[in-house]
């Protein structure tokens, strides 16, 4: 499995991006199966990344909140909680974590008896130990970085967060290269294990990026020209009518404190820094390649969640559930099965199922997840869901939200705020939000009581909130009775 962190599936060439090279996932998604309404059950690293690990949606692993920056929530997997790795290391696998794990705050891959190393945190670890031993091992120079862009405060009176920077080390001498190599390594040993004893293996290289801030080295930094960059239509975003928290989220991130030119510029950088993982990429590829694995191994592709990178006058990540964040890449390739692209909408959390499938396993027991492979294989079940559910807690700024996507409109409960709802056909860019409209009055109702369905069947006690604001029902707990009916 490659994994990527804040990753937007519109910066790949497979997923429509006319101008950047990615080679290594082109061929993955030419060789396998691409889904084009991939999402992440919530925008957030610890608890999507959680969601994958244990197929379960945020509020039922309790990782609801990257723990660097959400003080007083659960900061690890509760004791007990059936994980991806259990059943696989039970029936002999080699399993191996390289690179961000950032699922919880003090536990590791090595905790949950996977090989690897517990690289902590939400970015590049520049000072760990094992980099720094690397780096002098092999006479690389140390991390240093010029020319960094900064936002500015909160207030405009200083310094505000590192955006973009000139790393001043070549390519090989990277976090992201030394991520990779430790990556070769386990592979080659799973290799051989595989072609002496048939041993099988899971591993899984998770890359920092390009998780701002984009340190990376001038060959990347300058390879894409801004002039190509088309800016969003969402960059006319003017938060009327939409949650007073959006435009508060921008002022942190002093979105508006770059110029045209210069957003330009950081998208460009953003792209330099997606086509320096994907190198990365090509050289995992290469070796499974050379080693004779291509036509015996499954590779997963995707990202814990998608990135603003100046949509919607916003950056990072956030409180506000559009597609710059909440769809992302996600990839299979099968080897045997019939590549294809499908518009199903899947999630990271039917990962564990999917992987436990292709393994010839059971799914974990807690799972909320279902298994992708019957649509890798080309069919069509015909109780697909034609909806995907998402959830978010927060994140620098405490803000529940809920929202339901179906195949035209978006509905975005915010109990805190004013509700959302999107035309997607007639408005992609999410910048008209007609909740109020008359003539979108059904369609309002209409998924207002398809998410509140769904969030009692799950067990997701936002549905409360739902009723008693007026949102569904009369005040009562729980009218499934009359939700069925409306529905």
């Not at 109780?383 to 559910?389: D, L, N």
Request: hydrophobic share 35%; proline share 7%; aromatic share 12%.
């Amino acid at each position: 499995m490659l994994m990527t962190d804040q990753h937007r599936a519109d910066s790949l060439r497979s997923y429509g991006n006319g101008v950047t090279s990615t080679p290594a996932i082109d061929r993955l998604a030419e060789s396998g199966t691409q889904f084009d309404r991939f999402y992440t059950p919530t925008a957030i690293c610890t608890p999507a990344r959680a969601s994958l690990f244990t197929g379960m949606h945020p509020f039922r692993h309790g990782l609801l909140g990257n723990p660097e920056r959400s003080s007083g929530l659960q900061s690890e997997i509760g004791e007990g909680t059936p994980v991806l790795s259990a059943p696989l290391l039970e029936a002999g696998y080699n399993v191996g974590h390289v690179g961000k794990w950032h699922i919880g705050r003090h536990k590791g891959p090595e905790d949950y008896g996977m090989d690897g190393e517990h690289l902590a945190g939400a970015l590049n670890p520049f000072h760990h130990d094992s980099y720094l031993r690397w780096l002098g091992d092999r006479g690389y120079p140390p991390f240093a970085v010029k020319e960094p862009i900064f936002g500015t405060s909160f207030n405009d009176s200083g310094r505000g967060h590192l955006l973009a920077g000139r790393l001043q080390q070549p390519f090989e001498a990277t976090m992201e290269s030394f991520i990779t190599d430790s990556a070769l390594t386990l592979l080659e040993r799973y290799g051989r294990d595989y072609r002496a004893e048939g041993t099988p293996f899971m591993l899984t290289c998770s890359w920092f990026g390009p998780h701002l801030p984009y340190l990376i080295p001038d060959e990347f930094y300058d390879m894409y020209d801004p002039d190509l960059v088309e800016l969003p239509a969402s960059f006319a975003e003017t938060f009327d009518g939409k949650p007073e928290v959006q435009r508060r989220y921008s002022e942190y991130w002093s979105s508006d404190s770059f110029d045209e030119d210069q957003w330009r510029k950081l998208i460009a950088v953003y792209w330099g820094y997606v086509t320096m993982i994907d190198r990365c990429m090509g050289m995992i590829l290469a070796r499974v390649d050379e080693s004779g694995l291509w036509d015996s191994t499954s590779v997963i592709f995707t990202a814990d969640h998608g990135e603003f990178t100046g949509a919607h006058r916003l950056n990072d990540k956030g409180p506000a559930m559009y597609e710059d964040i909440y769809r992302i890449p996600g990839i299979i390739r099968v080897p045997g099965l019939p590549p294809q692209r499908r518009q199903e909408f899947a999630s990271l959390i039917d990962l564990a199922p999917t992987i436990l499938d292709l393994a010839g396993l059971e799914p974990l027991p807690t799972a909320d997840g279902t298994t992708l492979v019957p649509l890798l294989a080309g069919g069509t079940p015909d109780e697909w869901p034609q909806h995907i559910v998402a959830e978010f807690h927060g994140h620098h700024f405490m803000h529940d939200q809920r929202m339901i996507r179906d195949q035209r409109f978006k509905y975005i409960f915010n109990p805190g705020s004013v509700n959302e709802l999107y035309d997607l056909v007639v408005d992609p860019d999410e910048l008209h939000n007609v909740y109020d409209a008359p003539i979108y009055r059904e369609d309002r109702e209409r998924l207002g009581a398809l998410l509140y369905r769904e969030l009692y069947e799950r067990g997701d006690t936002a549905y409360t909130w739902m009723s008693y604001m007026g949102e569904v029902g009369d005040g009562r707990m729980a009218d499934v009775d009359g939700v069925a009916d409306q529905v």
